[in-house]
């Protein structure tokens, strides 16, 4: 049995841990290092996995699976817990200044962040944790350790890869370094399971970082289909947000860096004005979102390659906003234009779409399950501006295309819920508990 040897409840070395005996973890600790699931997506560096984070916490409480989130905190003021909703807390580990730590700076962070882990697993009986899922690869090194110490599987979701970011870098935009290679690849070989968001990923995973196949498990992320539905349509979604009626809206919603490409977008509009210089008069491009980072920069790089693209009178800046105004902005939009150099999903693609808008995006990661090209969207292969424009064109030309391929996007979405995802999760937390357990029983022998 296992036992307490410490204050700090270090495991006796001679003794197997205990093993669970029931089918699925009761209890999981969830590490999010470098982004909290409390914070606004779209600003700093919270995004898409925030909301995954949020949603499936909330969805596994509801099957039973208490979950606690382990992040990083931010603020001096934050307290030490908060309960996100019933059966999800969310746990602040000092780790590191609260404000200005860029997520580069985080790897020199990993050590006091473990620390604090450990110190919240030290107060509890031995077993209060069953598993552990870590989040991106700074959690995926605590994940590691902390598995190790309690006697637990180890769950892993990459959401980026290193390797496939640099094979798909936008022009100037930095490369990932060798230490966070060399981190997912150990990680990668440490995980009970591995959750890729698509079947690609999951082929990335084994070519890139030599995964055993039968360790990854492929589940797709979902949408809030409460939050995100066409509701009272596009008339009304504009006439709240001040757009005009009968305009061409392309969105871009998400966080203003390189990888994401909203540049593409802009040199689209600009070429499209050259050609058809009557839609100035009736289009509106908004621009949601703030810079990537520790958010202390406006986005004054894209606001002036719009004055120098000559189209800044139709392109609107606006800080990123709640969940229930994203939805909204979606409604309004003709389309979400998702110009992406790399995307594991791409979240958006499919609130957009479940609140009745298509997508046009490129054709990379994630984007081709999220996106049906020529039903729910069009997928562009390349980022050259003149194949957006010519998209946008026949946007423009057509208001029943929008239309029609709004409410086929809607259908669409309705198959990708929370519900269907938490309960994939819950099944792979059990795939990982078993093989955990035949591992330790054979090495134990």
Known sequence: ????????????????????????????????????????????????????????????????????????????????????????????????????????????????FTHGVMQAWAGHRPGYYDLVHSHYWLSGHVGWLAAQRWGVPLVHAMHTMAKVKNANLADGDTPEPAARVIGETQIVAAADRLIANTAEEREELVRHYAAEPGKVAVVHP??????????????????????????LVPLFAGRIQPLKAPDVLLRAIAVLLDERPDLRSRIVVPVVGGLSGSGLTKPEGLQKLASRLGIADVVRFHPPVGQDQLADWFRAASVLVMPSYSE???LVAIEAQAAGTPVLAAAVGGLPVAVRDGR???????????????????FADEPAIPARMGEAAARHAQSFGWDTAAAATADVYTAATQSYRRRVLSHHG
């Open 376 to 394: 729910t969207g069009v997928l562009v292969r390349g980022h050259n501006p003149a194949d957006y424009a010519r998209v946008l064109r026949d």
């Open 222 to 247: 979902g949408v809030n289909l409460d939050r995100f539905r066409p509701a009272d349509g596009r008339a009304a979604a504009r006439a709240r947000l001040g757009l005009p009626q009968d305009a």
């Open 1 to 112: 049995m296992s036992q307490y040897v410490s204050r700090l409840g270090r495991r006796s070395v001679t003794a197997p841990p205990r093993l669970r005996l029931h089918r699925r973890p009761r209890r999981v600790a969830m590490l999010s290092v470098h982004t909290s699931p409390l914070h606004q997506p779209g600003t700093g560096d919270a995004g898409g996995m925030n909301v995954y984070i949020v949603e499936l916490a909330q969805r596994l409480a509801a099957i039973n699976i208490e979950v606690e989130i382990f992040t990083r905190a931010t603020a001096a003021a934050l307290p030490p817990t908060v309960e996100l909703s019933p059966g999800v807390l969310v746990r602040h580990v000092d780790a590191g200044p609260y404000e200005g730590l860029a997520k580069e700076e985080l790897p020199a962070q990993l050590c006091a």
């Open 344 to 346: 594991s999903f791409g």
